[in-house]
């Protein structure tokens, strides 16, 4: 009896997966194209973490320590619409016993989340710098970016286009078979659901540089970032 559920499911799933291939002949084919872009924009995130056996007072460090963080950024002039700050996360540290078990309370962490968008990245080092230099400011990471974005995309899918149309045509072309027209492009990214999900797939590298530490002074501005642009394309294939 379970042979032959097996044997129905297995029939099911080969029908399922028949179902969503064309009845007609087509060639997959794929796209990419990537442009190096100089970045003018950078969202700077970091973190504010205290702690202190007394709520009260790791609450009072905590505002001492982001009342410094914005003080920075009223000297570098960062509008206040470009400043998020997230709700503050308090939490009980205790301690153990072998079995893992919490046991008495030795303070507790309070934490607040900040990012930042600077428009103008000319001063970016100094500032991430100053942040640093505040106690209790960790977990800085910078995601920079253009903003020219949206046209290198609009000209990326372009050419990720032509790309996957010029392969399309050179395997067509061998196979002695002409070149239909399109009939879908997906983002998946892998062919074992190419018939289930159409889209496009954008793979921009906007990170380009990542502190964990509070002591870290390696800050720089990346020369260029990536932006990427990849297409799955299916194209029918006339006799």
Not at 66 to 74: A, E, H, R
Not at 85 to 105: A, G, M, P, Q
Not at 154 to 179: F, N, P, R
């Amino acid at each position: 009896m379970r042979v032959f559920f097996a044997l129905l499911l297995t029939i099911f799933s080969m029908g399922s997966i028949a179902s969503n291939l064309p009845g007609f002949p087509f060639v997959t084919v794929t796209g990419e194209s990537v442009r190096k872009v100089t970045p003018d924009k950078v969202t700077l995130g970091f973190s504010v973490i205290t702690f202190n056996k007394e709520a009260a007072n790791a609450q009072k460090e905590l505002y001492q320590s982001s009342d410094k963080v914005v003080s920075v950024l009223k000297k570098y002039n960062v509008p206040v619409k470009n400043i998020t700050s997230f709700e503050v996360n308090k939490r009980s540290k205790r301690t153990r016993d072998n079995n893992y078990n919490d046991l008495d309370i030795l303070g507790y962490e309070l934490r607040q989340r900040f990012e930042v968008v600077m428009d103008d990245i000319s001063q970016y080092s100094e500032m991430a710098n100053e942040l640093l230099s505040i106690n209790n400011v960790e977990n800085i990471e910078s995601r920079f970016d253009s903003s020219v974005r949206e046209e290198v995309e609009i000209d990326l899918i372009k050419e990720a286009a032509q790309k996957a149309k010029h392969k399309a045509e050179q395997m067509s072309a061998g196979l002695g078979v002409k070149l239909g027209g399109v009939f879908a492009f997906n983002d998946s990214g892998s062919f074992s659901s190419f018939f289930a999900t159409f889209g496009l797939k954008d793979d921009s590298r906007a990170y380009a540089m990542m502190s964990r530490s509070s002591s870290s002074t390696n800050l720089f501005l990346p020369q260029n970032i990536e932006i990427r642009k990849s297409i799955n394309v299916v194209y029918k294939l006339n006799n």
